[in-house]
């Protein structure tokens, strides 16, 4: 089993930054670890996720160039710095992390509890 723990959620007007932070205990690594989030009434979407076997990192179109994911592997910790917020990037986000990587949620077997961002125009 693998356990997911976010934090850094909050409220933030339109263009400024928020960072998140994903850690991980339990049984890791994992080869692609990532975050997702979802608007109320919509599924939830990929954002970004990092895959180990080749180090690649992947992005949805509609956060590049403005939200950056990194690492530290010593802390098993991810981090999503999110910069330039939009209204439309409000949702819960997502921590996930799984053997294989993937665009779609179904693809993943552990999931973090979820925090909220509510970016204000």
């Known amino acids: 089993q693998v356990q997911l723990v976010e934090s850094g959620g909050g409220l933030v007007q339109a263009g400024g930054s928020l960072r998140l932070s994903c850690t991980a205990s339990?049984?890791?690594?994992?080869?692609?670890i990532g975050w997702f989030r979802q608007a109320p009434g919509k599924e939830r979407e990929f954002v970004v996720v990092?895959?180990?076997?080749?180090?690649?990192?992947y992005y949805a179109d509609s956060v590049k160039g403005r939200f950056t994911f990194s690492r530290d592997s010593a802390k098993n910790t991810v981090y999503l710095q999110m910069d330039s917020l939009k209204p439309e990037d409000t949702a819960i986000y997502y921590c996930?992390?799984?053997?294989?990587?993937?665009?779609?949620?179904?693809?993943?077997?552990?999931w973090g509890q979820g925090t909220q961002i509510t970016v204000s125009s």
């Open positions: 990092f895959r180990r076997s080749d180090g690649n990192t």
């Open positions: 339990g049984r890791t690594p994992n080869n692609a």
């Open positions: 996930a992390a799984g053997a294989y990587m993937s665009f779609q949620a179904g693809g993943y077997e552990y």
